[in-house]
């Protein structure tokens, strides 16, 4: 029996005492946590739109966050000024809603879910082909400085130590803070919004009151295309921009499968629980077993969460009878 | 249409069967002189080998209650999906308002000016009464998004016009108790009236009622007649419902068409339909 004990001790003992020993390397850790997590929030968020008003998973959301990255450097080093290309960046997001809806969405009304889901996986090669052809393949720098992010970092005595705040993280937290609330005011305080809940309830109805379906899908898409954008400018600013950041985007399923598929709320919270749990474990329990827990932690905790709540925190209840 | 439904509908409290009397009384010069609101014309609707609708033609006056009875299966529901564009017939015309027009689409129907019900309750469930019927305003409310977000200016004055005109709905729909409740959670007579509501806040020219008494008691039945004869009525809304409670066909429409197997088989006052050979057969099954 001594093996339980001294795994359990390795687990859950020995890092508090760690913690307890220097509190401003757990500050240090969270704070980590909870910047990953605002992103992974925001690449959540892309997901929800999307699913809320069409019931579509996209698939593409994650190369939509490195789509957009790569337009704006990919535009920038054709010598267009920084903010002129951010503009067209959003120009062409909401090319790329106007073109899926055209030409995926509208052909597949109607059809099953798992059909629109195949398309989305679709456009997620095209997209990836078509921005390796036009931007190349090799990893780029995001144009941090031009774009008038700040660099550098802010140091701060807590808890008896030094805890360092990247500017670009805070840059990147009061910028999900910013999009979040954005996109809350718009879901309940415009007729579109409006319109964009009740087409998430029913399409049928949504159809008799007047809404017209393509003109709202259009509408998430380049919402979602926005979210997509600001997360590839925030996460190229903190390591590279090239196709490695979807695997990232990824991470957005166990955020889902946490906050639930339909919920804003949920994306942001299970956001920052996905961002901050990993951090940790890869902090106080990574060493155990190697390193690296980072990667597949998020998934491990969605994994236990899915025994207890299928639905996610803030998911609709699903009951079905029999 | 704006102002009648702004002003308290004292005609609401009318007891039913005067109302019910007035408009029946009314019928018979009113289908003489009558403008045609909706036409169809030899429509024909079938699914791959399935022929709901014949060969079928009828119109509807404005400011006529019009009822569409039939045994079940007898293209009734179809019939609305045709007129509000869910359904595009293989043959025939529809002329609304003197446009004729073979395919529609149900967003742009309601824009016209068609607005519906559904058989069985089509609400937004996890949005409040206030907000579905709100969603009935979306046509109407034309304010830009950013002055939306920002609720500054006109996008201010119009939310504060269309949320007024919401609420003289909820008021004459007596459902002031449930206006912050999630639909999905009110029980189905309930649920019933705010279809209603969302349908009014179009302020359509022509509201279609997919059977809007279906599984109701009988004291919601005789509110519900009652709210359709005052939005007949006072708001002059022309109405083309499916019903198959007969004492409430009879007692509300001002004309009838009766359907079986997708053929129009008698079209006419109640009385006249109640009495025709080819009405009873269909309902109480004949051998030919």
Redesign the interface.
Known sequence: MDWVLTLLNKLFVAPLVEIAGAPDLFIQVLWEGFVAGTLYSLIALGFVLIFKASGVFNFAQGIMVVFGALSLVGLYSLGIPAWAALALCIVIMFSLAWTVERVVLRPLVNQPDIILFMATIGLSSFLVGFGEFVFGGEPKTMITAELGLPSGSIDLAIAGGLVSLQKIDIAAALMSAVMVTGLAVFFNKTRIGRALRAVADDHQSALSVGITLQQIWVIVWFAAGVVALATGIMWGARSDVSFALEVVALKALPVLILGGFTSIPGAIIGGLIIGVSEKLAEFYWGPLVGGSIESWFPYFLALIFLWFRPQGLFGEKIIERV | MQDQLQAPPAAGMRPAASASDASLSGAAQAAQQAETLLELDHVSLSFGGVKAIRDVSFDVNKGEIRAIIGPNGAGKTSMLNVI?G?YHPQEGTITFKGRARQDM????A??QGI??T?QNV??????STL?NI??????K?K?G?IW??L?IGPAEEEEIRHRLAVEHIIDFLEIQHIRKTAVGQLPYGLQKRVELG??LA?EPDLLLLDEPMAGMNLEEKEDMSRFILTVNDSFGMTIALIEHDMGVVMDLSDRVVVLDHGKKIADGTPDEVGANQHVIDAYLGVAH
């Open positions: 509000n869910f689409r149900p967003d742009i309601a824009g607005a519906r559904f089509a609400l937004f469930k996890g949005m907000d709100m969603v009935g305003r979306s046509l409310m304010r998004l939306q977000m609720r969302r349908a179009m």
